[in-house]
């Protein structure tokens, strides 16, 4: 319990602090005032303030904010963020809405930027550290659909279904996510490229996500642990975390559509326990499976951040965008409007996932 106490604490409070300094840095740099700046939301728990901003720990770990003065929507924003009424101030040539377009832009962006670095760059050590794991075929089960489809030991997978693979955790997750249909595969067999094709069995297994019983894909074979992993040096190791990151960006879209589609269930999303339990599974896994569970989260919050759901980053950019378009801002009117549309929103879907992981507590102890 206590290592996934500390490492919850180190993993949200580690991402949230990259975001909002990026969104700090960048509001200093085109000299926009800060009066706070928070790590959570809700009451102040404590604080101080050596200057013109006032750092803060706030109680609730849902995410953390910096409070740029002169914002038209800093009125609903303050009640998600934990403030009070809003006095009166004199307009200032350091607020917010009084920077040019493309300084606004800079800073609203400069969060979601600072955790695909973050992200990156810890893909990047971990990959220096580790190396990875290539698509090496150790074995093929006896009447497996591997062994129907030809796959034989020695094998290397270098596509699926229209995807490259460079890594054996890949090209588990789609046949994973691929039960019972037939899927192309390309492979390296004795320097030759060969053609083939696999449909994994099903398999029905308990997911967590889905706190329900899934059917999985599984083609039988294993990979080989002995010759399957190959040292990467920083170079190798840079150019293979780009490739990283980006994965996750793309599965992390694809995991949005399907939810938009309904070919993913609700249930499968999660909000704070669900990122405690697994970040203690990967504390006691290591280091470097936290710091690659860290990488994750962080591209996560960097997309869903970027959505354009107003008083999230994406929707101040949306509007942002909007007024490049039309030439002018929406009037303070329309704008707060807007801001308490996101935060009905906002709020629901964090009801959603608190839902959902108590009812996965509730079902992991046997209840419900």
């Given at each position: 319990m206590l290592i996934t106490i500390l490492s919850t604490i180190l993993v949200l409070g580690v991402l949230i602090l990259v975001h909002e300094l990026g969104h700090f840095w960048a509001a200093k740099a085109v000299d926009i005032e800060v009066p706070v700046f928070s790590i959570g939301i809700g009451p102040k728990m404590v604080g101080f303030k050596p200057?013109?901003?006032?750092?803060v720990i706030s109680w609730l770990p849902l995410g953390g904010y910096v409070k740029m003065a002169g914002m038209a929507?800093?009125?609903v924003q303050s009640k998600l963020e934990g403030g009070g009424t809003l006095e009166p101030r004199p307009p200032s040539p350091r607020d917010f809405d009084a920077k040019p377009l493309w300084a606004r832009m800079m800073v609203i962006s400069a969060g979601v930027i600072m955790n695909m670095v973050f992200a990156y760059l810890a893909f990047v050590v971990i990959l220096h550290e580790r190396?990875?794991?290539?698509?090496?075929i150790g074995e093929?089960?006896?009447?497996s659909p591997a062994e129907v489809a030809g796959l034989l030991p020695g094998d290397i997978v270098v596509a699926i279904d229209g995807r490259g693979v460079l890594q054996w955790p890949e090209m588990a997750l789609i046949i994973e996510q691929n039960p019972g249909r037939t899927i192309p595969l390309t492979v390296m067999r004795n320097d030759s490229l060969l053609s083939l094709r696999a449909t994994p069995a099903k398999?029905?297994?308990?997911?967590?996500?889905?706190?329900?019983t899934v059917e999985l894909g599984r083609l039988g074979i294993t990979s080989d642990q002995e010759k399957g992993y190959r040292p990467l040096t920083w170079r190798s190791a840079a150019l293979e975390g780009a490739h990283h990151t980006a994965y996750w960006v793309g599965e992390i879209?694809?995991?949005?559509?399907?939810?938009?589609?309904?070919k993913t269930s609700v249930k499968e999303l999660g909000g704070p326990i669900l990122i405690g339990q697994l970040s203690g599974q990967s504390a006691r896994l290591g280091i470097w499976p936290l710091l690659g569970f860290m990488a994750i989260i962080s591209v996560n919050l960097a997309i869903l951040n970027m959505l354009p759901i107003p008083v999230l980053d994406g929707g101040h950019m949306f509007l942002l965008v909007?007024?490049?378009l039309r030439g002018k801002s929406l009037t303070v009117e329309q704008r707060i409007r807007f801001s308490q549309v996101g935060l009905v929103v906002l709020i629901g879907i964090m009801i959603l996932a608190?839902?959902?992981?108590?009812?996965?507590?509730?079902?992991?102890?046997g209840i419900g």
């Open positions: 200057g013109e901003t006032e750092y929507d800093e009125e190396g990875i794991q290539i698509p090496l093929v089960n006896p009447d398999l029905r297994q308990y997911n967590e996500l889905a706190a329900d879209y694809r995991f949005l559509w399907n939810l938009m589609t309904g909007l007024e490049g608190f839902a959902n992981d108590i009812l996965r507590l509730l079902r992991g102890v």
